[in-house]
């Protein structure tokens, strides 16, 4: 019996040596899910903003705001984070100014995701002004 156990474990212990730790490892870490949180907004749709636009245009073109603070009531915040289940997260942000009920300004980081030049110009910007068209009179 001691005559078959030597040899099974000699064979054992050479092709677990064969292994590499690391490729052992990555293949018991479990699946990670892709997380994406809050609004996401594109360049197309921050595109279908126009200056003068009301409260109720905007939300209909970008859906409602994720943060509506009550201390800037003339300023709602769309931010949107994705964190892929390995590697780093991203985060976009848009904030929509008004004066009264109507859209002043829009600023933010917002990129269109098939622009990947420009995706990656984002990164390094964070912060830009978008300048929107005055609403024409139909």
């Given at each position: ?9 000699v ?5 677990v ?10 293949r ?13 907004v ?41 964190r ?14 008004f ?9 933010g ?13 984002a ?9 929107i068209?005055?609403?024409t009179?139909?």
């Amino acid at each position: 019996m001691r005559a078959l156990i030597l040899p099974a474990v000699v064979a054992v212990a050479g092709l677990v040596a064969g292994c590499s730790f690391t490729s052992l490892a990555d293949r018991l870490n479990p699946h990670r899910v892709d997380v994406r949180q809050g609004n996401y907004v594109d360049q197309e749709m921050v595109a279908r903003l126009k200056k003068g636009m009301t409260r109720e245009q905007v939300r209909f073109a970008l859906g409602t705001p994720l943060v509506t603070d009550v201390f800037h009531a003339d300023r709602w915040d769309y931010v949107y984070i994705f964190r892929p289940g390995r590697g780093e997260p991203q985060q976009r942000v848009l904030s929509v100014f008004f004066v009264g009920d109507k859209l002043e300004r829009v600023s933010g980081d917002v990129q269109s995701g098939d622009a990947s030049g420009a995706a990656a110009a984002a990164q390094t910007e964070r912060s830009r002004v978008i300048e929107i068209a005055p609403a024409t009179k139909q």
